[in-house]
T-cell receptor, first 115, second 113 residues
């Protein structure tokens, strides 16, 4: 199946710093990528839809100025957590599908710990 | 927007028994319903999916049923094994470009031997 790669898999940062997470589609082009957040023992919550060449669409309650999304090419979307705080500690997962309405492939996930 | 409810939140069965997880959805336009298995600290893995043009789909010990009228779908695992222990998520979406999957809250399945 199609491959989505995410980096880094784990990151620890100090409160107030910014962290960038990359999501790449390795063998297909993704016009749209999705970013999810998963807190321990909870479900995957959609944060935003990343659109190549245009602004991301954020879900209600997700601060667009805090979670900056850039989708500059058909194979790369980045999520930057700005001024991170301990409550931002979570598992962030990106996903994309190779065809519209097709199977959604997930990256490995990035575990963010903010001290 | 879409809202997906999943039950039960936890399910414990003996090895060899069957397990059933149920989900309901709210958006009548949703037509794609995948099920994912997630092990601790790992990405979700698709185990089976169904589209609205069929009512049932089976793959070895796993089956999914869909009732579009009632807006609910279910995952059935037969002859459960300890390695089936994991968190299972149902999801729903419309099959159109740019539409994200909306997930249920998950079911922690424990299979004891």
């Amino acid at each position: 199946g199609a491959v989505v790669s995410q980096h880094p898999s784990r990151v620890i940062c100090k409160s107030g710093t910014s962290v960038k997470i990359e999501c790449r589609s390795l063998d297909f082009q993704a016009t749209t990528m999705f970013w999810y957040r998963q807190f321990p023992k909870q479900s995957l919550m959609l944060m935003a839809t990343s659109n190549e060449g245009s602004k991301a669409t954020y879900e209600q309650g997700v601060e667009k100025d805090k979670f900056l999304i850039n989708h500059a090419s058909l194979t790369l979307s980045t999520l930057t957590v700005t001024s991170a705080h301990p409550e931002d500690s979570s598992f962030y997962i990106c996903s994309a599908s190779a065809v519209a309405g097709g199977e959604l492939f997930f990256g490995e996930g990035s575990r963010l710990t903010v001290l | 927007g879409e809202n997906v409810e999943q039950h039960p939140s936890t399910l414990s069965v003996q090895e060899g028994d069957s397990a059933v997880i149920k989900c309901t959805y709210s958006d009548s336009a949703s037509n794609y319903f995948p099920w994912y298995k997630q092990e601790l600290g790992k990405r979700p893995q698709l185990i089976i999916d169904i589209r609205s043009n069929v009512g049932e789909k089976k793959d070895q010990r796993i089956a999914v049923t869909l009732n579009k009228t009632a807006k609910h779908f279910s995952l059935h695992i037969t002859e459960t094994q300890p390695e089936d222990s994991a968190v299972y998520f149902c999801a729903a979406s419309r099959t159109q470009a740019g539409t994200a999957l909306i997930f249920g809250k998950g079911t922690t399945l424990s299979v004891s031997s």
